[in-house]
């Protein structure tokens, strides 16, 4: 996190309600889901990566299973999404959200603020400018790929049988103080298995 984003928090939900509207005591997004209780068992390979609590220990956890829409009544779309909570015994809470999707929209906030502002419709005319929303979404190509790949994502059979990908990267630090970054992938269609950490190539700090 860094401190911009907190800044834009409010704008970036009005800009969300502007997308799927305002459903009072629904999320922005992620509107329906459903929430289960279970434990995270840590795979014990990772210990050696971070200094985490739950990776040292199984801990107590929640998960909510969402759709990415913020409508409660539109039909569901094919984004299945995890949110996952573990429970510390020191009583802190800690979270790992993800979608089936394996890339996002947006690199920054500068990105999803432009999308939205290109593709919302005239607020005259009620009409949506695709040309306009085309030609934003051509100047960024990463945008561009990863909308392409999102039309291709299959309808998810069940949650449970769905990969989710936390898209963020991941500073991990050892009890040895070793640092590393990594991305954090599915092994497989369980949500519930411990992912697999790959070492992402070395960056400059
Ligand atoms: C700028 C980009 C993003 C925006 C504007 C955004 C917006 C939101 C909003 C408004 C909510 C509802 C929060 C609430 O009302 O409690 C939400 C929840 C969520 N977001 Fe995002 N999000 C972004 C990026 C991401 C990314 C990159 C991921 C995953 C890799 C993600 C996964 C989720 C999940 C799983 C939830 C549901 C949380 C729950 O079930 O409690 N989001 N997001």
């Known amino acids: 996190m860094v401190p911009g984003q907190y ?3 409010e704008k970036m939900v009005e800009l969300v309600h502007g997308v799927s509207g305002f459903h009072p005591t629904y999320r ?3 509107a329906v889901g459903d929430i289960y209780r279970g434990t995270f068992t840590p795979i014990p390979e990772a210990k050696q990566f971070t200094r985490a609590m ?3 220990q199984a801990v107590p956890m929640t998960v909510r299973f969402s759709g990415g829409g913020g409508n409660p009544d539109a039909p569901p779309s094919t984004t299945a999404d995890m949110a996952c909570k573990f429970y510390f015994p ?3 809470v800690t979270g790992l959200i993800s979608l089936n999707a394996d890339t996002f ?3 920054n906030v500068g990105q999803v603020v432009g999308f939205v502002d290109a593709t ?3 607020p005259e005319t009620g009409e949506k400018d ?3 929303a085309m030609a934003y979404i051509s100047s960024i190509p990463t945008m561009t790929s990863a909308l392409a790949l999102r039309k291709k994502i299959p309808a998810p059979v069940s949650f449970a049988k769905t990969a989710y990908h936390a898209i963020h990267a ?3 630090v050892n009890a040895s103080g070793n640092v590393r970054r990594q991305a954090c992938l599915p092994t497989g269609h369980l949500p519930c298995r411990s992912p697999v950490f790959q070492s992402c190539p070395p960056r400059r700090q």
């Open 90 to 92: 020191t009583g802190r």
């Open 28 to 30: 922005a997004f992620h």
């Open 105 to 107: 929209v947006a690199q």
């Open 54 to 56: 739950h990776f040292q």
């Open 130 to 132: 695709d040309a306009k």
């Open 7 to 9: 800044d834009r928090a």
């Open 120 to 122: 919302e419709p005239d």
């Open 170 to 172: 991941f500073r991990f």
